[in-house]
């Protein structure tokens, strides 16, 4: 079955720690999405990647680096600059021409 | 800043009534439209998209886009206890990079049984 996966689904970090969030699609889409979430709140983008070794900052890219080496695999990276990411993390990913988003099952991150 | 705007609610209404949420929309150039199902603590689900003006029907639900007022609404009939969730409405970003939407804040709808 197509989708996507992430993984994992709940995390915990410690002040100062970097730590990695996995988003890994087998739609063949080619753009793909990192948001986040807070209680109450919609969904703000952190960055995208409409191809391959290309990504974009989105609204709120400042603690947060990504990589896009395989159409497939868009990882996130929650850096210790990124002071308050306790958050729900999104990972989505569209079909070329745009249109809808596919949302995977995201990853909750605490700071402990 | 372009924006889309939802009424945070909650939104109650008894189960078996129609549920009508509404979206306002910033940007006069967006052509794609659509609503996005959200359970708590789960990710969104697509369940309507709308680009013509006019109605859609997919079930019970029904998308009603009016572009000249720039807004566009999600109706559910017969209204089921299941469907108490947050629906979030989404637009493309016109002008923006291709595929990216604009999320709204959501509306959270309770169906009372």
């Known amino acids: 079955d197509g989708g996507i996966t992430q993984s994992p689904k709940y995390l915990f970090r410690k002040e100062g720690q970097n730590v990695t969030l996995s988003c890994e699609q087998n739609l063949n889409h080619d753009a793909m999405y990192w948001y986040r979430q807070d209680p109450g709140q919609g969904l703000r983008l952190i960055y995208y990647?409409?191809?391959?070794?290309?990504?974009q900052k989105g609204d709120i890219a400042e603690g947060y680096s990504v990589s896009r080496e395989k159409k497939e695999s868009f990882p996130l990276t929650v850096t210790s600059a990124q002071k308050n990411p306790t958050a729900f993390y999104l990972c989505?990913?569209?079909?070329?021409?745009?249109?809808?988003?596919?949302f995977g099952p995201g990853t909750r991150l605490t700071v402990l | 800043q372009k924006e889309v705007e939802q009424n945070s609610g909650p939104l109650s209404v008894p189960e078996g009534a129609i549920a009508s949420l509404n979206c306002t929309y910033s940007?006069?150039?967006?052509?794609?439209f659509f609503w996005y199902r959200q359970y708590s603590g789960k990710s969104p689900e697509l369940i309507m998209s709308i680009y013509s003006n006019g109605d859609k029907e997919d079930g019970r639900f029904t998308a009603q886009l009016n572009k000249a007022s720039q807004y566009v609404s999600l109706l559910i009939r017969d209204s089921q206890p299941s469907d108490s969730a947050t629906y979030l409405c989404?637009?493309?970003?016109?002008?923006?990079?291709?595929?990216?939407?604009?999320f709204g804040k959501g509306t959270k709808l309770s169906v009372k049984p």
């Open positions: 989505a990913s569209t079909g070329q021409g745009g249109g809808w988003q596919f």
């Open positions: 989404a637009v493309n970003d016109y002008g923006g990079s291709q595929g990216n939407l604009i």
């Open positions: 940007d006069r150039g967006s052509q794609s």
């Open positions: 990647s409409q191809i391959v070794n290309d990504f």
